[in-house]
């Protein structure tokens, strides 16, 4: 009877020291998981602070003036056409 206690007992242990192992490996795998998407998000915030950069950079007063004028032939209006509205 004491027998069978004792190799329930190992075999316990075993099974236990098995399971962290196995538990610890996969702490390991998704930690180094969890890094690289941290990484790829680093990458992407960067290029986002890039885009907005670009965005605020083209659509200046002066750059949109400048398309207007140039590529679509657009003018200011003469004093006489402007038209205030009030409410």
């Known amino acids: 009877m004491l027998r069978i206690l004792v190799v329930v007992l190992g075999l316990g242990c075993f099974g ?7 538990a610890s490996h996969e702490s390991r795998k ?11 998000r680093d990458g992407l915030d960067v290029e986002w602070g890039r885009m907005q950069l670009e965005q605020s950079t083209w659509a200046t007063h002066g750059r949109v003036e400048a398309v ?14 402007v038209q205030v509205v009030r409410p």
């Open 16 to 22: 236990s020291a098995l399971a962290v192992v196995y």
């Open 30 to 40: 998704l930690f180094i998981e969890l890094q690289a998407l941290q990484e790829i």
């Open 68 to 81: 207007a004028r140039d590529t679509l032939s657009m003018r200011l209006p003469a004093p006489g056409q």
